[in-house]
């Protein structure tokens, strides 16, 4: 099955720096890369994704870059503000019939004010 | 439109004791999905349904866990008997139409702490 790891583990930044989240994932057949936010006692919450016949996606401060030759997809937040802070998690998931995700072990990110 | 419901948002059992969470999907979403979530981890999937038929359960471990969706809407899943390690966080999610690509809702979850 599908195994993904999720790099770094904790990030800790001062309010406005940028930071970056790397994960790689083991199937070649997966085609769909979603991220979630995960703020503390809710559930995680899809906030940007990216499919495999794209290279880069941007949603306002918040970008994910896929490199399928590698199979490594990753996060970029700019201009990080205190409410960024949550823990993140990426996800791959496309092979087989139906969609199950399969998911990153999860960064914690501390924007600092 | 209303998000998943879980219910209850805590509880806390003793080991070899019975627990059962309840889920409601998004009203008109087919596909229902629990996650167990152990603190520090990312979800973990335990079973997927596909209106009322499993679509995947083979992570689910089957001598003590079990899940039902009846009339393909609501969801239980229960554990009986809990062992120290299902202390975790479960979480209920659920898509359309279970395909690709498609928005996965989560509901807040059950934290659950086995003494």
């Known amino acids: 099955g599908e195994n993904v790891e999720q790099h770094p583990s904790t990030l800790s930044v001062q309010e406005g720096d940028s930071a970056v989240i790397k994960c790689t994932y083991s199937?070649?057949?997966?085609?769909?890369f979603p991220w979630y936010k995960q703020e503390l006692g809710k559930g995680p919450q899809l906030i940007i994704d990216?499919?495999?016949?794209?290279g880069e996606k941007k949603d306002q401060r918040i970008a994910v870059t896929l490199n399928k030759t590698a199979k490594h997809f990753s996060l970029h937040i700019t201009e990080t503000q205190p409410e960024d802070s949550a823990v993140y998690f990426c996800?791959?998931?496309?092979?087989?019939?139906?969609?199950?995700?399969?998911f990153g072990r999860g960064t914690s990110l501390i924007v600092h004010p | 439109e209303a998000g998943v419901a879980q219910s209850p948002r805590y509880k806390i059992i003793e080991k070899r004791q019975s627990v059962a969470f309840w889920c409601n999907p998004i009203?008109?979403?087919?596909?229902l999905y629990w996650y167990q979530q152990i603190l520090g981890q990312g979800p973990k999937l335990l079973i997927q349904?596909?209106?009322?038929?499993?679509?995947?359960d083979s992570q689910l471990p089957k001598d003590r866990f079990s899940a039902e969706r009846l009339k393909g809407v609501d969801s239980t899943l229960k554990i009986q008997p809990a062992k120290l390690e299902d202390s975790a966080v479960y979480l209920c999610?659920?898509?359309?139409?279970?395909?690709?690509?498609?928005?996965?809702?989560f509901g807040s979850g059950t934290q659950l702490s086995v003494l």
């Open positions: 999610a659920s898509t359309r139409q279970g395909k690709v690509g498609e928005k996965l809702f």
């Open positions: 199937d070649s057949a997966s085609n769909y």
């Open positions: 990216i499919r495999s016949n794209v």
């Open positions: 996800a791959a998931s496309g092979t087989g019939g139906s969609y199950i995700p399969t």
């Open positions: 009203s008109g979403h087919a596909t």
């Open positions: 349904f596909q209106n009322n038929g499993v679509v995947d």
